[in-house]
């Protein structure tokens, strides 16, 4: 009875051991890592539709895609403005001005507007045309040779043959980049896109970058007048000073003029005594002039190091030692610069940020009414990402204008190898603009398992996918057993010789080889 017992338990310490060990594995199955035996299994497999989103910064340090300052659309760049064209630097004039050089005939030219914004007209000069309308020129002239007195009445025609103000610009990824003349006032970014030609397939964002008003800014001004004289008032130009004694030769011939010459009183013979005396007088410290260092023959040369940039001290030279100063790095020598303090133009501008796909599926907000100067950038995708470690299919791929997630970059890569453990990963960052980078841990497990949320690679990233002490072991064991359809399980090429799972060769053909490699006949 109690050998019966002990059986009984012993049993009963099996099953539990057997179903302890069950509901591990399929416990692991159901956490990430998803299968302990497979770890390179991944993914939630839910029961009802889940949502997440998709993060694009994953640090505060970060910025997002594209350009810094760029902003949506707003309803007044929907708006078309109808205004009369005013004359630019480099349109072409027509004028016509009757009775001007010879009586009973017109005056007929085309001029050129200067980069200064003038003209130039025989017997009346130069005229400031920019910024003027044909009617506004025209009364202008008029008023210019009425004052002038060459002409009563006159009478003027302007017309303007070649218009080069109201111009927009196509940089980037389209068929044929360059400037386009504006002809109507409501012309929009997909007529101006196709007058160039289209935007690359592959393109999904483009950009309007627009001069904000005042920003072409104003014509240097002419140099202040000079104050008023008073009558009367005579001011002598300045001299120069001279350091001669009155009477020389330099200060009454030295300028080819003469000067006249200062009476002085005649030494007395004790002056003269003292000046003939072979001692030189003694002259007072408060008059003595200071002592000139001399000349160094050439300054120290400035000697850095290549690898950091770092200042090395300069060798001292061959008259004085010079004083080494302390090597700074090259980010304290170069100074913050401020551009919010420079005078200058073309430093307002506004970026428009425009969705390209949606643009051409018909969305009526990004269709903007394209203004003078406009800029439209098509930005051409050179964008890659670099996959590492244990994938299927390691290297570099590009983006190919759309936006890759690091689930959709496992899926290029042919997923994860044999020995991949998706719980160690880690994503290479460039910081843009810097040459600084962070390295930053990646669960894929917990990513795929829908724990964690996904996120879109930039440029130049670098996804390496690490492996882990036990995956050899875990791999040696999953491939080592295949379980059969009944009860019972096979061994494989892991714990086989090479004939249980490889053909052998021929004893005849082995003999032939054999004689032959002894150059024996057949």
């Known amino acids: 009875m109690r050998y019966r017992r002990t059986l009984a338990v012993a049993w009963l310490g099996r099953v539990s051991a057997g179903s302890v060990l069950v509901v591990a594995l399929f416990g692991c199955a159901l956490l990430p890592p998803n299968s302990f035996l497979d770890p390179t299994k991944v993914g939630q497999f839910p029961l009802e539709a889940r949502e997440a989103g998709i993060r694009r910064i994953l640090s505060p340090r970060e910025t997002p895609?594209?350009?810094?300052?760029?902003?949506?659309?707003?309803?007044?760049?929907?708006?078309?403005?109808?205004?009369?064209?005013?004359?630019?630097?480099g349109d072409a004039l027509g004028l016509a001005?009757?009775?001007?050089?010879?009586?009973?005939?017109?005056?007929?030219?085309?001029?050129e507007v200067s980069p200064l914004g003038e003209i130039r007209i025989p017997d009346l000069g130069t005229v400031k045309v920019t910024g003027l309308t044909e009617a506004e020129v025209e009364q202008e002239l008029k008023a210019r040779l009425r004052e002038s007195g060459l002409l009563p009445r006159p009478v003027v025609i302007a017309s303007l043959q070649v218009k080069r103000g109201r111009l927009y610009h196509v940089i980037g990824a389209v068929r044929q980049a360059g400037p386009y003349a504006i002809g109507d006032p409501d012309l929009r970014l997909l007529e101006a896109l196709g007058m160039a030609g289209d935007a690359d397939a592959n393109a999904r964002r483009a950009y309007v970058i627009r001069r904000e008003p005042g920003a072409h800014g104003e014509l240097p001004a002419a140099a202040p007048p000079a104050p008023p004289v008073e009558e009367g008032l005579v001011i002598p130009p300045p001299m120069e000073e001279e350091s001669v004694y009155p009477g020389s030769f330099v200060s009454a011939f030295g300028r080819g003029q003469q000067e006249p010459v200062a009476t002085t009183q005649p030494p007395t013979r004790d002056e003269l005594a003292e000046v003939l005396s072979p001692t030189p007088p003694q002259t007072s410290p408060a008059v003595r002039p200071a002592e000139e260092p001399p000349p160094r023959p050439f300054e120290p040369l400035i000697i850095f190091d290549p690898q950091t940039g770092a200042l090395l001290p300069a060798e001292p030279g061959p008259r004085e030692a010079v004083e080494a100063e302390p090597a700074r790095r090259p980010e304290e020598l170069e100074e913050p610069f401020d551009w919010e303090e420079v005078e200058g133009v073309g430093l307002e501008q506004r970026v428009i940020a425009i969705n390209l796909v949606e643009l051409r599926n018909g969305n009526p907000r990004y269709n903007v009414v394209i203004r003078d100067r406009d800029v439209i950038h098509v930005p051409i995708d050179t964008g890659l990402f670099y996959l590492m470690g244990e994938v299927n299919r390691p290297g570099v791929y590009?983006?190919?204008?759309?936006?890759?997630?690091?689930?959709?970059?496992?899926?290029?890569?042919?997923?994860?190898?044999?020995?991949?453990?998706?719980?160690?990963?880690?994503?290479?960052?460039?910081?843009?603009?810097?040459?600084?980078?962070?390295?930053?841990?990646?669960?894929?497990?917990?990513?795929?398992?829908?724990?964690?949320?996904?996120?879109?690679?930039?440029?130049?990233?670098?996804?390496?996918?690490?492996?882990?002490?036990?995956?050899?072991?875990?791999?040696?064991?999953?491939?080592?057993?295949?379980?059969?359809?009944?009860?019972?399980?096979?061994?494989?090429?892991?714990?086989?010789?090479?004939?249980?799972?490889?053909?052998?060769?021929?004893?005849?053909?082995?003999?032939?080889?054999?004689?032959?490699?002894?150059?024996?006949?057949?």
């Open 65 to 89: 895609p594209g350009i810094a300052s760029a902003t949506d659309p707003t309803p007044e760049d929907l708006v078309a403005v109808y205004e009369e064209y005013r004359i630019a630097p």
């Open 97 to 111: 001005i009757h009775d001007l050089l010879e009586s009973g005939r017109p005056f007929q030219t085309v001029v």
């Open 398 to 522: 590009a983006f190919g204008g759309r936006e890759i997630t690091v689930k959709q970059a496992i899926a290029i890569s042919g997923g994860f190898a044999p020995m991949a453990w998706p719980q160690r990963c880690e994503l290479i960052r460039r910081e843009p603009g810097t040459d600084k980078q962070f390295t930053r841990t990646v669960n894929l497990d917990a990513i795929f398992a829908g724990l964690e949320e996904d996120f879109f690679l930039r440029d130049e990233d670098i996804l390496n996918v690490g492996t882990h002490t036990i995956a050899p072991f875990l791999f040696v064991v999953r491939n080592s057993f295949r379980f059969t359809y009944g009860f019972g399980f096979v061994y494989d090429r892991n714990f086989a010789d090479k004939d249980a799972y490889g053909s052998k060769i021929n004893p005849e053909t082995l003999r032939i080889q054999q004689r032959a490699s002894r150059g024996l006949p057949y």
